[in-house]
């Protein structure tokens, strides 16, 4: 979904939030069955992508329009809970004996105008209230841009899920499910979060006047309120980076007492949006390790706010004469952070050191939610970069197996979306990294004494020229691994003014 400028595609998609009746606070909420990509395992609203399937006229005033949306609200609608938002002679029909085609058109093998034809129903606009469209921030591979409607369940309809793309759905308000996902129950998706935070003690048809002013701050580029967990908010900012991590994520952890994890950017005009966060008196800056888009804007908010800033004794010396570092974090180091959102007592981060991506490496356990902030040690978007001399092949990986066996149960990224499948991922990056290194491996016993440059154009024959230099920092850690491990030496030197390293390695 990634353009070739690095900027990802926007799909267009459409939600609802159906409320029981008229005056009713209670909203219709499904879950996402875990498999899917895209928030398995997350609660939302009902909703999906618009299709070519949406073509459908749409009825306003005794007059035919279109509006893909709106009929891609009413398909997805009917689709997964069964409630159908049409209209045959102006009244709404009873859809249970429609079981058949709702089964095909979650099947996609009935058009949904079809349908709507055999039956003489039509769509209203007046039946469909917009709240506003949200979009998914730049930082995600996968954005869509996502309308909001607000709607009211008809009379004598009843919703239900059919177990697949979604294995749960019921009636609930926003408090109710605010309050669940505080005591830390259930996922909710972060763009549900912001609605529900919205409907708290209100009516869905409120929702458009309380939207609004959300979606205009949003446009005029306000950091979107991106929470993956109760008191954690993931705030991705611009940093200087190769494609595909050209953002990266700061989380802003912590209830009484707060912290700032790792805040990147280094451009004034991203700073300042930053800023424009930070609304509660922070306790200090966090840092996972000393790498430039981790570490872009952690001098300028410790001047700013007069915040320490802390990170391993390693990261505190590779940072020297760049970032004022005033304390130190290490293996079982504790960060209070107050009184945990749901009031249940205390809550706190607790440091692991994981070199190996970066020399003094920390990643952050949260044991409340069980949540792993995992800075560079695995990255959602690409394969995690090991430049050497100061990032070690073998000890990240000996890193990545001990984070294997923290019990979490959400991993937030440096870069990408936080993952409800920790182990899954570490075990493709383990899965990945070896697979290189019998790559690796072959193409020295194959082709005698070699350089980095040479192996890494041979081993990434598919990588743009631009990325060549990561895959060749990629090659170079993996043969000092192997050299450690007696499978591969250095056999001879020769001369370039570019290379890094002017070995010629082969096999042993
Ligand atoms: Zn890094």
């Given at each position: 979904m990634r353009g070739c400028d690095g900027v990802s595609a926007i799909t267009q998609a459409a939600s609802v939030l159906l409320a029981r009746g008229p005056k009713a606070a209670e909203v219709f909420v499904v879950r996402r069955a875990e498999a899917l990509r895209f928030f398995g395992g997350f609660h939302a609203f009902p909703g999906g992508k618009v299709s070519e399937n949406d073509e459908v006229p749409l009825w306003s005033d005794g007059t035919p329009g279109q509006d893909a949306r709106v009929a891609c609200a009413a398909r997805e609608l009917f689709e997964e809970t069964g409630v159908l938002l049409a209209r045959c002679d102006g009244a709404f029909p009873d859809p249970r004996p429609w079981e058949e085609e709702r089964r095909r058109l979650l099947a996609d093998t009935l058009r949904f105008g079809d349908f709507l034809s055999t039956h003489r129903l039509r769509l209203h606009a007046e039946d469909f209230l917009l709240a506003g469209s949200l979009v998914t921030p730049e930082f995600s591979p996968v954005r869509f841009d996502t309308a909001f409607y607000v709607a009211t369940l008809p009379p004598g309809q009843h919703a239900s899920v059919w177990p697949g793309e979604l294995d749960a759905g019921f009636w609930t308000t926003a408090d109710a499910l605010l309050a669940g996902w505080t005591r830390g129950e259930c996922l909710v998706s972060p763009p549900t979060v912001s609605l529900l935070e919205l409907l708290r003690g209100r009516l869905a048809t409120d929702l458009p006047a309380l939207l609004a002013p959300v979606v205009r701050a949003l446009e005029a580029g306000a950091i979107p309120p991106i929470y993956f967990a109760p008191g954690v908010q993931m705030i991705p900012l611009k940093t200087i980076g190769l494609p595909a991590s050209t953002y990266t994520n700061a989380y802003l952890v912590g209830s009484e007492k707060l912290y700032l994890l790792d805040p990147g950017a280094h451009e004034p005009r991203e700073q300042e949006r930053l800023f424009e966060t930070i609304d509660a008196p922070l306790a200090g800056v966090v840092l996972t390790h000393h790498h430039p888009d981790h570490v872009g804007a952690a001098a300028a908010v410790s001047s700013r706010y007069r915040l320490p800033v802390l990170a391993?004794?390693?990261?505190?010396?590779?940072?020297?004469?760049?970032?004022?570092?005033?304390?130190?974090?290490?293996?079982?180091?504790?960060?209070?952070?107050?009184?945990?959102?749901?009031?249940?007592?205390?809550?706190?981060?607790?440091?692991?050191?994981?070199?190996?991506?970066?020399?003094?490496?920390?990643?952050?356990?949260?044991?409340?939610?069980?949540?792993?902030?995992?800075?560079?040690?695995?990255?959602?978007?690409?394969?995690?970069?090991?430049?050497?001399?100061?990032?070690?092949?073998?000890?990240?990986?000996?890193?990545?197996?001990?984070?294997?066996d923290i019990d979490c149960r959400m991993l937030l990224p440096g870069h990408g979306a936080p993952t409800v499948r920790p182990k899954q991922v570490i075990d493709d990056a383990l899965a990945h990294r070896a697979k290189r290194e019998e790559q690796l491996l072959a193409a020295l016993r194959e082709g005698g004494p070699q350089s980095v440059a040479g192996l890494a154009s041979r081993l990434y024959r598919d990588l743009a020229a631009e990325l060549l230099p990561l895959a060749a920092l990629q090659v170079w850690a993996g043969l000092e691994k192997l050299q450690r491990e007696g499978k591969a030496a250095r056999v001879g030197t020769f001369k370039a003014e570019e290379a890094e390293d002017r070995h010629l390695w082969a096999a042993v």
């Open positions: 391993h004794p390693r990261t505190v010396e590779l940072l020297k004469g760049r970032v004022q570092v005033d304390g130190t974090l290490d293996e079982d180091d504790r960060l209070d952070l107050g009184t945990a959102p749901d009031g249940s007592g205390p809550w706190h981060l607790e440091a692991t050191f994981t070199p190996g991506h970066a020399g003094g490496h920390l990643v952050f356990y949260e044991p409340h939610y069980r949540l792993l902030f995992a800075g560079d040690m695995v990255s959602m978007l690409s394969s995690v970069v090991i430049a050497p001399p100061d990032g070690d092949l073998g000890l990240y990986l000996a890193s990545l197996r001990r984070l294997r």
